[in-house]
């Protein structure tokens, strides 16, 4: 089945044993992280997730604002971004193009027996009115993060992709050359087009199937490149990974935090908005953007819950926060939006 992606094979599992963060046949975390999750509450989380569901989504589709293409190409002396919800990243530095996480599709359970479906309508056709892509970024293979209709359409348009150790194997069975895919472990570090790119550490999980749990890595990135300091969190519950990555890495600029889908069971995966904040300020970040927000419902709390508690949180710890409209072009300079969520019910 194509949304598998590509099969972990006993040669694969012997170049990932290299890893120093590959233990008992599997990538591991630098803490011990579980979840509660049991044959004692699953059947409630099951409950709550499908039936109740009140606040959960939007009343009616959010909408996106489109590209505009000669506003975002046209070169600047400062990284410009535009978040499109969840974790889809587009980022212009240093006069390349940079995408992270690209899940534009519209269902973010395609192997489930219930959809979970994207809160605005028409978003995988973003991908045809962006331009060619110089480097994509991925930090896992969860079908959020990694998804097959989204590849089907960028993979012809992207030079280069830079991901988490083992979710190249997806890449290649879907059609991307071996050449034009660079893997990363933790800390691992290149230098493109004058960026420098980092893979840093996060608390989470990967796997698309059965058999393939924590089969490949998952992480964060850094880019730096003319003065100017970018902290992907990706996925992951809170921890103390924050600090080494500020302490290696930071301050910086701007920071994208993992905000959404947490719930008490599998907190240690997910972080609640506080923490999301305190990463923030651990790291060094100077301003914050919550994302993994505002595309999916994939736990229990409300769409809003998430941006509203980290405005609330961020400005109790005096941390500065952005939090940009879907699709809007913002920079390092831009002033706190309007809490938008509001304008919909």
């Not at 919550?290 to 998430?306: I, Y």
């Not at 500065?320 to 920079?331: A, I, M, S």
Request: charged share 20%.
């Amino acid at each position: 089945m194509k949304q598998f992606g590509g099969k972990i094979t006993q040669e694969l599992k012997e170049r990932y044993s290299k890893s120093d963060n590959w233990s008992e046949n599997k990538f591991q975390n630098l803490v011990k992280t579980t979840m509660d999750v049991n044959i004692q509450t699953l059947p409630k989380i099951l409950y709550r997730q499908f039936f109740e569901t009140a606040g959960r989504e939007p009343g009616s589709p959010l909408p996106i604002q489109p590209f505009r293409a000669s506003e975002f190409l046209t070169p600047t002396e400062t990284p410009k971004f535009i978040w499109y919800g969840h974790s889809v990243l587009l980022m212009q530095v240093s006069g390349k193009t940079i995408l992270i996480d690209p899940m534009f599709g519209s269902n973010a359970s395609p192997i489930a027996p219930f959809a979970t479906k994207r809160f605005s309508a028409g978003s995988l056709e973003i991908i045809d009115s962006l331009p060619e892509i110089d480097l994509v970024l991925l930090t896992h293979d969860h079908y959020d993060h990694l998804d097959l209709d989204s590849m089907h359409r960028l993979i012809p348009k992207v030079k280069h992709f830079y991901t988490a150790l083992g979710v190249g194997r997806h890449l290649k069975y879907w059609g991307v050359q071996g050449k034009n895919i660079t893997e990363f472990d933790w800390w691992d570090q290149e230098i493109f087009h004058e960026i420098q790119i980092t893979f840093t550490p996060s608390r989470h999980f990967s796997g698309r199937g059965l058999t393939d749990r924590a089969k490949s890595l998952w992480g964060g990135w850094v880019l730096k490149e003319n003065g100017s300091s970018i902290y992907f969190s990706g996925d992951g519950g809170y921890g103390d990974h924050f600090k080494e990555v500020g302490s290696r890495l930071g301050p910086f600029d701007i920071g994208f935090m993992e905000c959404g889908q947490y719930n008490e069971h599998w907190r240690q995966i997910h972080m609640f908005p506080e923490e999301a904040v305190q990463a923030g300020l651990d790291s060094g970040v100077k301003r914050a953007v919550p994302v993994h927000w505002g595309a999916f419902s994939l736990a229990q709390h409300t769409w809003k819950d998430p941006a509203e508690r980290f405005v609330q949180a961020a400005m109790e710890q005096n941390l500065k926060f952005l939090t940009p409209r879907l699709g809007e072009q913002f920079n390092l300079e831009t002033s706190p939006g309007a809490h938008w969520w509001n304008d919909h019910s």
